[in-house]
């Protein structure tokens, strides 16, 4: 994890609320797994366009803001056909809270 990248992803307050929503995604993006067959499970990711339709912003723009979230390691994502699917590295956000608490 490198901290100023992590710092500038967090910078910005859409992806920050990207975060935050993802924390809890069965309560923040209700209808989500909505395109996948129930036998699929990408274990509490959110479609592209459940997050898009929630920050009411363009498609390109979603997606450069959760590239961004995801190269600085705060996000995962896993791919069904033709949707991509996101949810957050937890384990990143344990290490960059200890990274915090030691280190500044």
Not at 18 to 44: C, D, R, S, T, Y
């Amino acid at each position: 994890m490198e901290p100023i990248t992590v710092f500038k992803a967090l910078s910005n307050e859409t992806r920050l609320n990207i975060l935050k929503w993802l924390k809890e995604p069965e309560k923040n993006f209700p209808v989500q797994q909505a395109h996948l067959p129930k036998e699929v499970n990408i274990k509490g990711g959110v479609c592209v366009g459940d997050i898009q339709a929630k920050v009411n912003l363009s498609q390109s723009t979603v997606s450069q803001y959760l590239a961004t979230l995801q190269k600085a390691g705060l996000l995962e994502s896993e791919r069904y056909e033709q949707w991509t699917y996101y949810r957050r590295n937890e384990q990143a956000i344990d290490a960059l809270a200890k990274y915090i608490k030691a280190d500044i």
